[in-house]
Every structure is written in structure tokens, then in C-alpha cells.
């Protein structure tokens, strides 16, 4: 088993709010840019540019209970797991992410790790705080994006 890191931050916003914002891949370049410099859909399956490379991207769900797993395959064969989560904390939500530390990664890639999920934590409070985050599906307006 590898040792796991969860890294938080609590949201003014509802729970139900932060879970569809998240789970809609077109919002990935607003708040989680460590992870995402753009992203594309191709046929029902979505390819991420990480600044390193392309890699695909899969949501798990249910979304409407919170739950924002997520699968980023890097290679046919390497997929990476990510446990995510939205819960209620009070009127607001809880953001949890879980990284996993595999054997072969240095603590120093770990911290690089952490510091980069926590940074987008708060750009994602930041964004959600500020009355600027809806799925982009709805910000795009009638018609898409």
C-alpha cells in the first residue's frame, strides 16, 4: 500500500455548486493550473495539455453526491488514480484531495506535488468565493460554448 497525503480547503459556496464546477473538465484551466494549461474534448473522452504533455481525463462520480474521483491515463497502460471529494461544512464545502505517494517518488517530488494540488485548492476557492464559478456549460450562455 503507498502512504497517502489529503490535502483540504474549505469554500463559501454549497457543496452542490463546487462539485458540477469541478467536475466539468472545461473549467480545469481556471483553477487548476498546476495540473492544466488547456483542454479539449475528443468524442466523449477529454485530453488534458499538463505543459508536459497530454494525457486523458476521466471523471467517476456520482458527482451529485460530492464525489470528483477522477482517472488521469498517461499511457495506455499508467493510469493514475485521484480521490476527490466535496462535503457540507455548514452552509460552505469542504474540498478533500488525496495524493498518493507510489514507491519510486522522491520526497522532493512529493512536495512539489503537494505544493502544486494546495496552490490550486485556493485558486479554486478563490474563483468560487467570487461569484465567478459556474460550470462553463452555463457561462458559455444559451447555444455552448
Given at each position: 500500500?503507498?502512504?497517502?497525503?489529503?490535502?483540504?480547503?474549505s469554500i463559501a459556496s454549497p457543496p452542490m455548486a463546487v462539485a458540477a464546477f469541478?467536475?466539468?473538465?472545461?473549467?480545469?484551466?481556471?483553477w487548476a493550473g498546476g495540473l492544466c494549461r488547456s483542454v479539449r474534448q475528443v468524442g466523449d473522452?477529454?485530453?488534458?495539455?499538463t505543459g508536459?504533455?497530454?494525457?486523458?481525463l476521466h471523471f467517476s462520480g456520482p458527482?451529485?453526491?460530492?464525489?470528483?474521483?477522477?482517472?488521469i491515463t498517461l499511457s495506455p497502460d499508467l493510469?493514475?488514480?485521484?480521490?476527490?471529494?466535496?462535503?457540507?461544512?455548514?452552509?460552505?464545502s469542504e474540498v478533500l484531495f488525496t495524493l498518493f505517494r507510489p514507491p519510486a517518488m522522491t520526497e522532493h517530488r512529493l512536495q512539489?506535488?503537494?505544493?502544486?494540488?494546495?496552490a490550486d485548492l485556493e485558486r479554486l476557492r478563490?474563483?468560487?468565493?467570487?461569484?465567478?464559478?459556474?460550470?462553463?456549460?452555463?457561462a458559455a450562455g444559451p447555444g455552448g460554448g
Open positions: 500500500m503507498n502512504p497517502t497525503i489529503t490535502l483540504s480547503v469541478v467536475a466539468d473538465p472545461r473549467n480545469l484551466p481556471h473522452d477529454w485530453r488534458i495539455d508536459e504533455g497530454e494525457v486523458g458527482v451529485e453526491h460530492g464525489i470528483l474521483d477522477h482517472v493510469q493514475v488514480q485521484v480521490p476527490m471529494r466535496v462535503v457540507p461544512n455548514e452552509e460552505g512539489q506535488d503537494m505544493a502544486l494540488v494546495q478563490q474563483v468560487m468565493e467570487s461569484g465567478t464559478g459556474m460550470p462553463a456549460s452555463q
